[in-house]
């Protein structure tokens, strides 16, 4: 079992920045992938962004250029560095990652942007 913790979620204005943090404890051998997903209100979850071990990094088309994704591989930890935030992304997001084959998932922890 991997258990996962989010924290740096909050409220901040248009143009601000937040910076997330996800650690994972638990049994852990080989993680491949770490990665965030945010849900908005009466929308479906989606990819915010993902690192695998090996650095590659992934971005959803609307975060580009505004957000950074990296992972510290010997903590088990990832981080999403979020810079000039939009109301539009306001959501919970939620850190997830793929170990063994098995997808796990945060509790989340809530962004808000005020305009």
């Known amino acids: 079992q991997v258990q996962l913790v989010e924290s740096g979620g909050g409220l901040v204005q248009t143009g601000g920045s937040l910076r997330l943090s996800c650690a994972a404890s638990?049994?852990?051998?080989?993680?491949?992938?770490m990665g965030w997903y945010r849900q908005a209100p009466g929308k479906q979850r989606e990819l915010v962004a993902t690192v695998t071990s090996g650095g590659s990094t992934n971005y959803a088309d609307s975060v580009k250029g505004r957000f950074t994704i990296s992972g510290a591989n010997a903590k088990n930890t990832v981080y999403l560095q979020m810079n000039s935030l939009k109301p539009e992304d306001t959501a919970v997001y939620y850190c997830?990652?793929?170990?063994?084959?098995?997808?796990?998932w945060g509790r989340g922890t809530q962004v808000t942007i005020s305009s």
């Open positions: 638990g049994s852990i051998f080989n993680i491949a992938v």
């Open positions: 997830t990652v793929r170990h063994m084959g098995i997808s796990y």
